[in-house]
């Protein structure tokens, strides 16, 4: 059996992770970005399966798939149809019994899982690739996938993206993140700015930085929470004992406990909404499964963390151009 996988998504850093992903188990992955271009290719490549995403330019996943499973030129290869939108269990008996799908899966999918099914499906590759082949100048046939200022690395399963904002804007590395839903550390540059973000389940859980302002106590100052006085008194309680400046406040009884908890959540989340102020920048996820997070720091879906961060800094300028 053969193990050519055709991946039809117009998500650059979806078509980017299944790459890297498939690749190092040893299959041959090809990427299309659109509708039209994956018939086309069906034809040449001749793929073993295709994992084909539902909402693509030029021509939507279910007619696409409609035209794979009704060609008359051999026996179509087995197709899976993937959605983050269409998640009804209406929508997913239409995608099998109506457009001809072997396998509906939601986004966010689970990379584990998409790959047993990917074996049940055709088999197991014979021998795991020892490297993926760098990508021609139209990578829209071609068996690599590497966007312009982003690449992506499995090794032994876990998974680093890296690039630039100007390719991958913060929105979109945070919806790919999520979509992902695997835990890391999200590494981010811009200006002598640093700031790395712990990522549990595809969302954001802390965010450490190396902006003054933004440290908890200066933080609280800009709030209106405490004075600059109390802020240093705080700091250097905190310093001496070696205690978190949360305690100390309690300590001081400047702060309640659940004061604490609530502040430090609305600076989880303005540390995250300053990135996206950023005009550029270099970004870095490292897997970790070491890495530890209160999905509740931030109280807010990934979705409106990119609402909110788009409100509160893309000028419609930049949100049109995007």
Same mark, same amino acid.
């Not at 539902?54 to 696409?64: A, F, I, Q, S, Y």
């Not at 014979?126 to 590497?146: C, I, L, M, R, T």
């Not at 904002?165 to 999520?178: A, G, K, R, S």
């Given at each position: 059996?053969?193990?050519?996988?055709?991946?039809?998504?117009?998500?650059?850093?979806?078509?980017?992770?299944?790459?890297?992903?498939?690749?190092?188990?040893?299959?041959?992955?090809?990427?299309?970005?659109? /509708?039209?271009? #994956?018939?086309?290719?069906? @034809?040449?490549?001749?793929?073993?399966?295709? $994992?084909? %995403? =539902?909402?693509? +330019?030029?021509?939507?996943?279910?007619?696409?798939?409609?035209?794979?499973?009704?060609?008359?030129?051999?026996?179509?290869?087995?197709?899976?149809?993937?959605?983050?939108?269409?998640?009804?269990?209406?929508?997913?008996?239409?995608?099998?019994?109506?457009?001809?799908?072997?396998?509906?899966?939601?986004?966010?999918?689970?990379?584990?899982?998409?790959?047993?099914?990917?074996?049940?499906?055709?088999?197991?590759?014979?021998?795991?690739?020892?490297?993926?082949?760098?990508?021609?100048?139209?990578?829209?046939?071609?068996?690599?996938?590497?966007?312009? /200022?982003?690449? #992506?690395?499995?090794?032994? @399963?876990?998974?680093?993206?890296?690039?630039? $904002?100007? %390719? =991958?804007?913060? +929105?979109?590395?945070?919806?790919?993140?999520?979509?992902?839903?695997?835990?890391?550390?999200?590494?981010?540059?811009?200006?002598?700015?640093?700031?790395?973000?712990?990522?549990?389940?595809?969302?954001?859980?802390?965010?450490?930085?190396?902006?003054?302002?933004?440290?908890?106590?200066?933080?609280?100052?800009?709030?209106?929470?405490?004075?600059?006085?109390?802020?240093?008194?705080?700091?250097?309680?905190?310093?001496?004992?070696?205690?978190?400046?949360?305690?100390?406040?309690?300590?001081?009884?400047?702060?309640?406990?659940?004061?604490?908890?609530?502040?430090?959540?609305?600076?989880?989340?303005?540390?995250?909404?300053?990135?996206?102020?950023?005009?550029?920048?270099?970004?870095?996820?490292?897997?970790?499964?070491?890495?530890?997070?209160?999905?509740?720091?931030?109280?807010?879906?990934?979705?409106?963390?990119?609402?909110?961060?788009?409100?509160?800094?893309?000028?419609?300028?930049?949100?049109?151009?995007?």
């Amino acid at each position: 059996m053969g193990h050519r996988i055709l991946v039809v998504d117009d998500d650059r850093n979806i078509g980017q992770i299944l790459h890297a992903s498939f690749s190092a188990k040893g299959y041959e992955v090809y990427i299309s970005r659109n /509708g039209e271009d #994956a018939l086309e290719q069906l @034809e040449e490549l001749r793929p073993d399966l295709v $994992l084909l %995403d =539902v909402l693509l +330019p030029k021509m939507n996943g279910w007619d696409v798939c409609r035209q794979i499973k009704s060609r008359e030129n051999g026996t179509p290869p087995p197709v899976i149809l993937m959605s983050a939108v269409y998640k009804t269990p209406k929508m997913q008996l239409e995608a099998k019994q109506k457009y001809g799908a072997d396998e509906f899966v939601e986004k966010p999918f689970q990379l584990s899982s998409l790959m047993d099914m990917t074996v049940r499906l055709i088999g197991e590759p014979d021998a795991v690739a020892e490297a993926a082949p760098s990508a021609p100048a139209d990578d829209a046939a071609a068996p690599a996938e590497e966007p312009a /200022g982003g690449e #992506a690395v499995v090794d032994d @399963e876990r998974v680093e993206l890296e690039g630039t $904002l100007d %390719d =991958v804007p913060f +929105p979109e590395l945070l919806h790919t993140l999520y979509v992902m839903g695997r835990p890391g550390r999200l590494e981010m540059t811009s200006d002598g700015k640093e700031k790395t973000i712990s990522v549990m389940d595809g969302y954001p859980v802390s965010v450490r930085t190396n902006i003054d302002d933004e440290l908890f106590g200066n933080y609280l100052v800009r709030q209106h929470v405490i004075t600059a006085e109390q802020c240093a008194e705080a700091v250097k309680k905190m310093e001496a004992s070696g205690r978190l400046l949360g305690t100390v406040l309690i300590e001081m009884d400047l702060l309640s406990p659940q004061q604490v908890v609530n502040y430090l959540r609305m600076q989880v989340r303005d540390k995250l909404f300053e990135i996206f102020s950023w005009p550029s920048g270099t970004y870095r996820f490292i897997e970790d499964r070491s890495v530890t997070g209160d999905l509740q720091n931030v109280e807010m879906s990934v979705a409106n963390i990119i609402n909110e961060g788009v409100r509160r800094h893309y000028p419609y300028g930049r949100v049109s151009a995007w």
